[in-house]
């Protein structure tokens, strides 16, 4: 008799351990978030914030890598501030898309690891419709991302503020001439709003006019909270 107590004691136990465990395993934080902006919106300054804030990342005690990519990144060129994944040139395209589509399936291969994404196809679209009037078609990509559960910031200033933010900018830039043009900047966020009003993906609109990074990192916290952002699909 005490022998089949034990025995059930023990598959009662097993199964309390295996049911409490499926729901911590379900509790983990991979959230997938995609920073959209024109330039001076501090986008990275926010990427690197989330990527640290215990409620998007969870608690640290050490640090450790964490997974913070771009399209911003120049890989296409061998010298500082060349082309990338935003700004190749027409003969690169082939390099450019088939460089989404490998993003695309490692992100596809590591669903449950957590991604900030500064920049990205959006962007491209930006750039190429500005400078070659080129429309790129990306509903493929994000229909992966939708599934996947990656969810769009777009960074967004008032006119006025920017003035401030390029102040800001140039104390640490490498490269200030870029921010000579604030109109163009301007013309980027117009063209970019209307991109993100036609993105599928569950999105959100960030004002950083203030330059409060710490204010809009806890506003995107309280989205993902909300929205149920914070854990995987």
Same mark, same amino acid.
């Given at each position: 008799? +005490?022998?089949?107590?034990?025995c059930?004691?023990?598959? /009662?136990?097993?199964?309390?351990?295996?049911i409490?465990?499926a729901?911590?395993?379900?509790k983990?934080l991979?959230?997938k978030?995609?920073?959209?902006?024109?330039?001076?919106?501090? =986008?990275?300054? %926010?990427?690197?914030a989330?990527?640290? @804030?215990?409620?998007i990342?969870?608690?640290r005690?050490?640090?450790? @890598?964490? *997974?913070?990519?771009?399209?911003?990144?120049?890989?296409?060129?061998?010298? *500082?501030?060349?082309?990338?994944?935003?700004?190749?040139?027409?003969? &690169? &395209?082939?390099?450019?898309m088939?460089t989404?589509a490998?993003w695309a399936?490692?992100? &596809?291969?590591?669903?449950?690891?957590?991604?900030?994404v500064?920049?990205? @196809?959006?962007?491209?679209?930006?750039?190429?419709?500005m400078?070659?009037?080129?429309?790129?078609?990306?509903?493929?990509?994000?229909?992966?991302?939708?599934?996947?559960?990656?969810?769009?910031?777009?960074?967004?200033?008032?006119?006025?503020?920017?003035?401030?933010?390029r102040?800001?900018?140039?104390? %640490?830039?490498?490269n *200030?001439k870029? +921010?000579?043009?604030?109109?163009?900047? $301007?013309?980027?966020? &117009? %063209?970019?709003?209307?991109? $993100?009003?036609?993105?599928?993906?569950?999105?959100?609109?960030i004002d950083?006019?203030?330059?409060?990074?710490? =204010?809009? $990192?806890?506003?995107?916290?309280?989205?993902?909270? $909300?929205?149920?952002?914070? /854990?995987?699909?």
């Open positions: 008799m +005490y022998n089949n107590l034990n059930y004691f023990k598959g /009662y136990l097993f199964l309390f351990i295996l409490n465990g729901g911590i395993m379900g983990k991979c959230p978030i995609i920073l959209e902006g024109t330039r001076l919106t501090f =986008k990275t300054d %926010i990427a690197f989330l990527n640290e @804030h215990p409620r990342v969870g608690p005690k050490y640090r450790y @890598h964490s *997974p913070l990519i771009s399209a911003e990144w120049c890989a296409f060129t061998n010298i *500082p501030w060349g082309r990338g994944l935003i700004n190749f040139l027409p003969e &690169e &395209e082939n390099l450019a088939e989404y490998t399936k490692l992100f &596809e291969l590591q669903k449950y690891y957590s991604w900030i500064d920049r990205f @196809h959006l962007s491209t679209m930006m750039y190429q419709k400078k070659y009037n080129k429309d790129y078609n990306f509903d493929w990509l994000e229909c992966k991302l939708c599934d996947l559960g990656f969810r769009l910031v777009f960074c967004y200033r008032s006119k006025e503020s920017f003035v401030e933010a102040k800001e900018r140039l104390k %640490i830039s490498g *200030p870029q +921010y000579d043009d604030l109109d163009l900047f $301007v013309k980027e966020q &117009e %063209i970019m709003a209307n991109l $993100v009003a036609n993105s599928k993906l569950n999105k959100i609109t950083i006019s203030d330059n409060n990074i710490n =204010k809009v $990192v806890e506003d995107i916290a309280d989205w993902l909270e $909300v929205s149920g952002g914070l /854990y995987a699909k």
